[in-house]
């Protein structure tokens, strides 16, 4: 819950984020979480770390904006992405390419 009594976390009731969560979000990051990528966090989509497709819960942890190039590549090529922890309740991706078979 946030200072104000509201309910931050709501797990797989919700796709979206709510506009409390996207005020912490935004409190908490100042540009889209992908690595050298320069896109205000304000003009980001909020993304689930673990993909709402997967099984991600709608819950602050696992939220943070990404741009929208971002947002849609790392969810078609989940294996061109690693990530890391920025700090206690931050997370980041770095973009590790494509990996050649051979």
Not at 34 to 44: G, I, K, Y
Not at 57 to 75: I, K, V
Request: net charge positive; hydrophobic share 25%; glycine share 8%.
């Amino acid at each position: 819950m946030d200072a104000d009594g509201c309910v931050l976390d709501v797990g797989r009731t919700a796709r979206r984020a709510t506009r409390r969560q996207r005020c912490a979000i935004l409190a908490r990051y100042t540009r889209c979480m992908v690595d050298h990528c320069p896109m205000p966090a304000h003009l980001c989509q909020i993304d689930h770390i673990s993909n709402w497709s997967d099984g991600g819960a709608t819950d602050l942890n696992n939220l943070g904006p990404t741009c929208q190039f971002h947002n849609r590549d790392r969810y078609r090529h989940p294996e061109h992405y690693r990530l890391h922890r920025v700090g206690k309740d931050r997370w980041g991706f770095t973009y590790i390419g494509t990996r050649s078979k051979g």
